[in-house]
């Protein structure tokens, strides 16, 4: 015991070592502002190009030598079989066709004026598609039905500063029209747009009618993939959905069955509202409508159609009766052929595999 | 308590400090996440640079088929059809490691000519019991072939092989000196199968993406 009267615990040993370490209050609270700033901050990895690209990717490039603007799509497969495109021309086409189809690669790959077109070019070998007509967009001199085919320009393009058009909607209810104005854009900020449809074809199956005891009866030709195969084609406006084909008579006007597949758009420079074909200094912006490859079905019912016998003018027949009869031989082949249009029903669907 | 507000980590003289340090500590490791192989360098003006360091990672989709090694032998990553891994030999799936040899078999395919064409295909039995774990070498295999299975242009429509109703994953194209040139990828999904009875007709056999 001291003579202070304390009790004093055991003599602490002093340890040597690195002076501990006191933050200054700016130090620790500026270290704490950074982290609580930094906290939701959102880090990743970028996947380097070419590691993975879905089928049907789209590419657009302005090709100088040709001066236009050519698309390119990643090859898909349909059914198993890879889709072609129709008709390439040779400056289009890329070594792996000029090899197949020439034994030898492209003598003068730079110009443009080959004098060769291949009939169809499988996307695998990466043909070039030139496009020849872009669709323009609805602009402000247009006027909309909403939920028409034509459709409004996209609000994404309307951000960038394209002028969308006068849109008119119906309410059902109070039959009241709503008319949509387009944001005003100054002049000199105001772009164009372009568009251009990707759709893939599958040719249709053939119902043939063979004239047999009286009636007509179908045989179906299912399209060889060999010697029609599946192909991709350009267009401007976007083709009737697989549904509305099958639920109307559209279905009986259209060759194949279509599947719509990317949109390619087009953006003229801002104030540049002079220029009707587009340029070098556009921008393209692609918008996949499908990402995976494909399978499809198609449903043929085909029935018999009877015949009526078709009565031949005969000789010894007034005028008039002559006349009659030739409007009832012509009133059956039309009810005939009107059986026969509606006996034929082709239905089908695409899916992803 | 988890930290809401700035006021929580800031701190005055002589204040505590190790609380203040544990909520810290507590948010850094709720609010930063760092992606593999992810580096974070601080740059003098304050900014943050974030790269990737190291190769990408592939996507390791089912039926994923490599190139052929040197006995023309392909990878395949398992795929599913209505669940079940189809067989790559008897007695062994696909992505099953071979316990003898130490090795997880492939398909062997025959090498082609230039511009010819292989298609690695799944195989089903043609019958509609194709689930789960009961299915045998001879229900479900994995096959190849040099040309797709008749029918498969008709829509819908497949010609059974003895049976076998196929459909391809993935196509092989030939290059020059029996060489895979490109391998093209069909599915990328596990798939289900679907055999459609017709009383008269050719029976019909669906395969789609699960």
């Known amino acids: 015991m001291k003579r202070d009267g304390k009790i004093r615990g055991p003599k602490i040993q002093k340890v040597t070592g690195p002076e501990p370490f006191y933050p200054e209050v700016a130090d620790w609270n500026g270290l704490a502002a950074w982290l609580y700033k930094t906290r939701n901050l959102f880090m990743g990895t970028t996947a380097k190009e070419g590691t993975f690209s879905h089928p049907w990717k789209v590419g657009c490039v302005w090709d100088t030598a040709l001066g236009k603007w050519v698309i390119t799509v990643k090859a898909g497969f349909l059914r198993g079989h890879d889709v072609v495109v129709k008709e390439v021309e040779g400056y289009c086409a890329g070594d792996a066709t000029w090899k197949r189809e020439t034994g030898a690669v492209n003598p003068d790959p730079m110009n443009a004026k080959t004098g060769k077109t291949f009939k169809n070019v499988p996307l695998i070998e990466k043909p070039m598609i030139p496009v020849l007509k872009w669709r323009v967009a609805a602009s402000a001199d247009k006027v909309v039905l909403a939920g028409s085919d034509e459709k409004p320009v996209p609000p994404y393009f309307t951000e960038l500063g394209v002028v969308g058009a006068k849109v008119i909607s119906v309410d059902l209810d109070t039959q009241e029209l709503t008319v949509t104005e387009p944001e005003t854009i100054p002049l000199s900020a105001a772009r164009q747009l372009r568009s251009v449809e990707i759709v893939l074809n599958q040719p249709r199956p053939v119902v043939n009618f063979v004239e047999a005891d009286g009636a007509l009866v179908p045989s179906v030709d299912y399209p060889d993939p060999k010697k029609k195969p599946p192909f991709l084609r350009l267009q401007p406006k976007p083709p009737v959905t697989s549904t509305d084909v099958v639920s109307t008579a559209i279905i009986q006007t259209s060759l194949n069955q279509e599947l719509h597949i990317a949109t390619v758009w087009l953006i003229g420079p801002p104030g540049d509202l002079g220029t009707v074909e587009p340029g070098e200094d556009w921008e393209f912006v692609s918008q996949n409508w499908v990402w995976w490859n494909l399978d499809y079905s198609v449903h043929v019912k085909a029935t018999e159609v009877s015949l009526e016998p078709v009565v031949n003018p005969a000789l010894g027949l007034t005028g008039s009766e002559n006349a009659q009869v030739i409007v009832d031989g012509l009133n059956a082949q039309a009810r005939a052929a009107e059986e026969l249009a509606s006996s034929v029903q082709i239905d089908g669907g695409f899916w992803t595999i | 308590m988890p930290i809401t507000n700035i006021n929580q980590v800031t701190a005055k003289k002589g204040d505590a400090i190790l609380p203040k340090w544990k909520l ?187």
């Open chain 2, 24 to 210: 810290l500590v507590e948010l850094v490791q709720r609010g930063f996440r760092f992606g593999r192989d992810v580096k974070l360098s601080i740059l003098p003006g304050g900014g943050m640079l974030v790269s990737a360091v190291g190769d990408p990672y592939p996507w390791l989709h089912p039926w994923k088929v490599g190139y052929p090694d040197d006995s023309n032998m392909v990878s395949i990553r398992p795929g599913t059809v209505n669940g079940a891994v189809p067989f790559i030999k008897e007695g062994m799936r696909l992505g099953e490691v071979d316990k003898d040899t130490g090795d997880t078999p492939g398909l062997t395919l025959k090498a082609g000519e230039e511009g010819e064409r292989t298609w690695v295909m799944v195989s089903v039995r043609g019958t509609n019991t194709i689930r789960g774990e009961e299915t045998t070498y001879d229900m479900l295999r994995m096959d190849a072939a040099t040309s797709l299975p008749k029918g498969m242009g008709s829509g819908g429509v497949i010609a059974t092989d003895e049976g076998w109703a196929r459909y391809p994953v993935a196509m092989v194209l030939w290059g020059a000196d029996e060489l895979a040139e490109s391998i093209f990828q069909i599915s990328y999904h596990n798939l289900n199968y679907v055999m459609s009875k017709a009383e008269g007709r050719t029976n019909r056999h669906f395969f789609f993406a699960a």
